[in-house]
């Protein structure tokens, strides 16, 4: 539908009946007020252009369900509002487009590391550095994230050896031979392997280099503040890394994903371990990480693809000594597919504290199953914002609360299992019906109760248990099966 200069008002309400619209084109009109919720009704949009209008406000959050949309182009109106994060979820986008938008903030990082986007028109006051890597924004003259506590380049030495860098502050000579920078030294600036850092790469973005003897990367934060400190998992994964026989050879995404694999299995005490599994990770007797099962024992699971990339990954105590927080490095396993974690030990830990839910964002993840834990904590909705998951699993955990409506925005769910949590109550939120695919909802054994909404009732594929005593209509309620 493509309407120009005809267009004076609010966009008109019955759009939304127009459910088999691909392609809605208002730009060039006189439209004002807000972009109306019910846009995100017209599920199977791919274009969406509204531009050289007088639009203002705040986006809904509705445009999320727009997960078929290619192409989004709000540029020229009147929008003040930040950019909100929920856009990253349009896993289709490819084309985005708000320049000439008196917008103060910058957008938010994640738009920058959307797979999928590949066009980004912004001005260039709230583009952030993070898009440069990306050639997005290319208009602009960004700055990048060059490393802020390491120089931009060291000698040569071997992989094995540190780069000897004395401590207390580092000058660093800029490319135009006259300007220099003093920068602020750390241990970590002693303990930095060149032949390492620069082929590093983090969930979904990738920094590379031409000359990557000239070019060091800057770790995340996070992992710069633990690598200060001798035995923390990132720091015996480092050491463990930059000693491995292989490492000259290894290719970028292989160095990421040991540095992410070695961090998540040192988080674990060796109490964990099996048997001589620490020393046989440990020494590199355990060579090809694809096949580490039989050394690591039952307590860790590890599945990779035929490239030999992680895609699943589990870890499953069974001594009761465990870990209470994974490690953020898990986002390094950009092909990681499946994650299953049991028995993890703080009982007062919020769930996303103890999983690194921010950075799973950046990996393809379809399973995510957090069970038989000590986690005591709502239900967050930043899993809403995992859109390929197909199967979430949470169940016997001490989660408490009620149900996000957010959930409903996981388009491709089949299996919610929230089964055993005791203390998860109120009622199933109507937006689960928007979950089409999802065929199994457990909550028995849940204080979930009151009555099934029909937009549940009315999902062909679904087998809902619940509890007989607190639902009110599960008779009437086709796929609902009481647990007593």
């Known amino acids: 539908m493509q309407l120009h200069g005809r267009l004076e008002q609010v966009m008109p309400s019955e759009l939304s009946n127009l459910s088999n619209l691909t392609s809605l084109v208002f730009n060039n009109n006189s439209l004002t007020g807000e972009i109306p919720p019910h846009v995100g009704s017209l599920r199977h949009l791919t274009l969406l252009n509204l531009s050289h209008n007088q639009l203002q406000g705040a986006l809904p959050t509705e445009i999320a369900l727009l997960t078929n949309l290619e192409t989004l182009s709000l540029e020229s109106n009147a929008f003040r509002q930040p950019v909100p994060k929920f856009l990253a979820n349009l896993t289709s986008l490819v084309n985005l487009s708000i320049k000439d938008n008196p917008i103060a903030e910058q957008l938010p990082p994640t738009i920058c590391t959307m797979p999928s986007l590949r066009f980004l028109q912004a001005d260039c006051d709230i583009c952030p550095p993070e898009c440069s890597y990306r050639d997005l924004c290319r208009t602009c003259d960004l700055p990048t994230t060059q490393p802020s506590i390491v120089p931009t380049s060291v000698p040569s030495a071997p992989p094995s050896q540190p780069v000897n860098v004395p401590s207390g502050e580092v000058d660093v000579e800029h490319d135009d031979g006259d300007s220099i920078e003093t920068l602020p030294s750390t241990p970590l600036l002693a303990t930095v392997a060149p032949t390492l850092l620069p082929y590093m790469e983090f969930g979904m973005t990738q920094y590379p280099t031409s000359e990557p003897d000239e070019f060091v990367l800057s770790l995340p934060e996070y992992t710069i503040a633990a690598l200060n400190f001798d035995n923390s998992p990132q720091s015996l994964a480092y050491r463990w890394l930059e000693d491995h026989p292989e490492l000259i050879s290894m290719t970028d995404w292989k160095k990421a994903q040991l540095f992410g694999l070695a961090t998540f299995l040192y988080s674990f005490p060796r109490e964990e371990w099996f048997h001589s599994g620490y020393e046989a990770w440990d020494n590199y007797t355990v060579v090809n990480e694809c096949e580490a099962d039989g050394a690591l024992g039952s307590t860790h699971t590890i599945h990779c693809d035929l490239d030999g990339r992680i895609t699943e990954l589990s870890a499953h105590s069974i001594q009761g000594i465990n870990v209470s927080v994974l490690p953020k490095e898990l986002g390094m396993l950009s092909s990681l597919e499946a994650v299953s974690i049991s028995f993890m030990g703080d009982l007062s830990i919020e769930l996303e504290s103890a999983i690194p839910?921010?950075?799973?964002?950046?990996?393809?993840?379809?399973?995510?199953?957090?069970?038989?834990?000590?986690?005591?904590?709502?239900?967050?909705?930043?899993?809403?914002?995992?859109?390929?998951?197909?199967?979430?699993?949470?169940?016997?955990?001490?989660?408490?609360?009620?149900?996000?409506?957010?959930?409903?925005?996981?388009?491709?769910?089949?299996?919610?299992?929230?089964?055993?949590?005791?203390?998860?109550?109120?009622?199933?939120?109507?937006?689960?019906?928007?979950?089409?695919?999802?065929?199994?909802?457990?909550?028995?054994?849940?204080?979930?109760?009151?009555?099934?909404?029909?937009?549940?009732?009315?999902?062909?594929?679904?087998?809902?248990?619940?509890?007989?005593?607190?639902?009110?209509?599960?008779?009437?309620?086709?796929?609902?099966?009481?647990?007593?």
């Not at 909550?443 to 909404?453: C, W």
């Open 357 to 484: 839910l921010q950075q799973l964002l950046y990996v393809p993840l379809k399973t995510l199953s957090i069970h038989d834990t000590g986690v005591f904590s709502s239900i967050p909705t930043t899993l809403a914002m995992m859109r390929g998951l197909t199967s979430l699993e949470l169940q016997t955990n001490a989660l408490t609360n009620e149900i996000p409506s957010e959930l409903g925005l996981l388009s491709r769910l089949e299996t919610l299992n929230l089964f055993g949590n005791l203390h998860l109550g109120g009622a199933v939120p109507s937006e689960l019906g928007m979950v089409t695919l999802l065929k199994s909802l457990l909550l028995d054994r849940t204080a979930v109760g009151g009555f099934i909404p029909e937009e549940v009732c009315a999902l062909s594929s679904l087998s809902l248990r619940v509890n007989c005593s607190l639902i009110t209509n599960c008779a009437e309620c086709a796929p609902c099966f009481c647990y007593i």
